[in-house]
């Protein structure tokens, strides 16, 4: 079979399809990735129900959020590969072999983000969708040989959040109870591995690869906050799936481990201006193992005049940064991260491209 | 004022590591607890990135300090073979059950010292060190059963980078740095000819591909030439078969 249609017929059963869970959260907003990916301090609008839902009753007034927020992103490798894809297409050179040869040295990456959510002072609800696909074709894999790797994160479900703040305006405390499907399916193919692509279009290989495993879990947070005439100090705790979330199905991911994080923020703010710094330690007893870069989130965020945002940090250790331009009904948000797909820095990072568009009130 | 600070952090934060990451140890921010990558890691970063002088000197000096990961020997090879001028996704996705000689079907994807020049001799030798890298490799475990996902990419490496190295080594006397020049198999000697056969015996018998049929094939056609020597045989079969 020749290598083209074998790459095709590898991206044929790859529609619903994520990497091994760490200790990110299991939805983030765009804007607060770009900003450093520091949300258990202050996250934006339906961020706070995954983030730390003791952040709720926070804010002005009861009711604090309506609305439907879409994110699309795209993986700047695959921007480039769709440029120079353009640029050749109307040369001699433009073929299938030059195709897979760019392919090969280009990892795809994109997703679709979409989340529905209602908050007030008291409660949050939110049903959300995320899908992540990335596409990494080598031309020396594992063993020499060229080799395909598919991997993709999958998360849909609802969840349900409420808070308080506990005698006093200082201290808050707040609880997510969450409805998943969650798929993980992680594949690596060498093109000449027959065998491998044969055992994909069987019905059990698909399953396992495809299909979405279910479960419920709940997530703690906990904020402590000092309020002062043009600063404020937050502290922030966090346990996310408490006792571990189990998952049943046939897919291979099975349970979302019970993880610790701490943060803190200080925001100097006026009457219309804000500016928040931010540092979470996630994952504070390495139940996922990961190294320091991936646990540790900085950034900061200014508010001009509520109608502009710019944030900037670190995500996975990595440079980011985000715009959002808010029109009352609209929001437009655009930011720029690098995720870091392999253990260390510098293995297997994507830098994304994520453009939002958020309508609510 | 607000702005200013967000400004000062913005600098501070271009300034501190550029498109770095923080926590890398090669130039992440000074004194942050770092995440080291290993030597293979850096290895495949390296392949990955076609810096395959980088990937060999890796690969060599882990090999060296642990002989028996047999793992690592395939992906030396590769990268000896890559750095020889050979494409290995053009050698995969060759249709070598088609009608054309393996000859020619591996003339087309391989370099020659025409397009090579004096750096021929180079190429030539880093194919033939893929070919020894891989045959380095205890035989017993470079069995097609083994579960071991590198022994069986050790066996369908043999089969093309010893095909192709004949072919190579056959292009010394077939191609001069101006061209096609089959007057220069004249002299081709009987050591010559014992190389490029015994790398065809190797490809045919590591495994049952089609590139390893036609490596069998192109022994039988050779076998069939007329000539006394060996090396008539295949300087009958070279211009024949183009």
Redesign the interface.
């Known amino acids: 079979m020749p290598l083209c249609h074998r790459f095709l017929l590898a991206l044929l059963f790859v529609t619903d399809v994520l990497w091994a869970k760490g200790s990110a959260p299991i939805y983030e907003d765009s804007f607060d990735m770009g900003s450093g990916g520091a949300s258990l301090t202050r996250a934006s609008q339906a961020g706070m129900i995954f983030s730390n839902p003791a952040l709720i009753p926070y804010g002005p007034g009861f009711h604090r959020w309506l609305g439907n927020e879409t994110s699309l992103l795209i993986g700047k490798d695959s921007v480039d590969f769709a440029k120079s894809l353009r640029s050749s297409s109307g040369g001699s050179g433009s073929n299938t072999s030059e195709f897979v040869s760019k392919v090969m040295t280009t990892p795809l990456h994109a997703g679709l983000v979409n989340n529905f959510a209602y908050i007030n002072s008291l409660f949050g609800f939110s049903t959300f969708s995320r899908n992540n696909f990335d596409i990494a074709a080598k031309k020396y894999g594992d063993t020499g040989l060229p080799a395909v790797r598919l991997r993709a994160e999958s998360y849909q479900g609802v969840a349900l959040s409420a808070a308080t703040m506990a005698l006093t305006r200082a201290i808050s405390i707040g609880v997510t109870a969450k409805y998943l499907y969650a798929g993980e399916p992680d594949l690596a193919i060498e093109l000449t591995d027959t065998e491998a692509l044969q055992a994909l279009q069987t019905p059990s290989g698909l399953r396992s690869l495809v299909s979405p495993n279910i479960g419920y879990g709940y997530d703690a947070g906990l904020l402590l906050f000092k309020q002062g005439y043009n600063s404020d100090f937050r502290l922030a705790l966090k346990i996310d799936d408490v006792g571990g979330t189990k998952l049943a199905g046939d897919g291979s991911l099975k349970l979302l481990r019970q993880t610790y994080s701490g943060g803190v923020g200080y925001t100097l703010h006026n009457g219309t201006d804000a500016l928040h710094f931010s540092l979470d330690y996630r994952d504070i007893q390495k139940a996922y193992d990961e190294e320091m870069f991936k646990r540790v989130r900085m950034g900061a965020k200014f508010i001009f005049r509520q109608h502009l945002a710019l944030g900037a940090g670190y995500y996975d250790g990595w440079p980011s940064y985000a715009l959002e331009l808010d029109a009352w009904l609209v929001r437009l948000t655009g930011a720029m991260y690098t995720r870091e797909l392999g253990t260390k820095p510098g293995l297997d990072p994507r830098t994304i491209y994520a453009l939002g568009f958020t309508m609510g009130l | ?3 200013k ?2 400004v000062i ?2 600098s501070l ?2 300034t501190s590591c ?2 770095k ?4 140890c ?1 130039g ?1 921010i000074a004194k ?2 770092c ?3 290993t030597k293979l ?1 850096d290895a ?2 390296a ?2 990135a076609g810096d395959l002088d980088t990937a060999i000197r890796l690969l060599n000096e882990l090999i060296t300090d642990e002989p028996t990961a047999y ?1 690592k020997y ?2 030396l ?3 000896y073979a ?1 750095r020889s001028g050979l494409e ?3 050698i ?2 060759a249709n070598f059950g088609g009608n054309s000689s393996m000859l020619e079907t591996m003339s087309s994807l391989i370099p020659t010292p025409t397009t090579l020049g004096d750096a021929y001799p180079k190429s030539l030798d880093d194919m033939n060190a893929a070919n020894q890298t891989l045959l380095a490799i205890p035989e017993a475990l470079r069995s097609a059963t083994s579960s071991d ?2 022994a ?3 066996i ?2 043999i089969t093309l980078y010893q095909s192709a190295y004949a072919v190579m080594y056959l292009n010394k006397f077939t191609y001069s740095t101006s061209g096609y020049d089959p007057s220069l198999l004249s002299a081709m000697t009987a050591d010559d000819a014992a190389a490029i056969l015994s790398s065809l015996v190797a490809a045919g018998a590591a495994s049952g591909g089609a590139a390893g049929s036609a490596a069998q094939a192109a022994i039988a056609a050779i076998q069939g030439q007329p000539g006394a020597t060996d090396a008539e045989k295949i300087a009958a079969w070279s211009q024949a078969a183009r």
């Open positions: 004022m607000i702005m600070y967000f952090f913005l934060l271009f550029g498109q990451n923080a926590f890398d090669d992440g942050s607890k995440s080291q990558r890691e495949r970063i392949l990955d793992e395939p992906l090879a590769a990268a890559g290995i996704l053009d995969v996705t996902k590198y069986a990419s050790a369908l490496q």
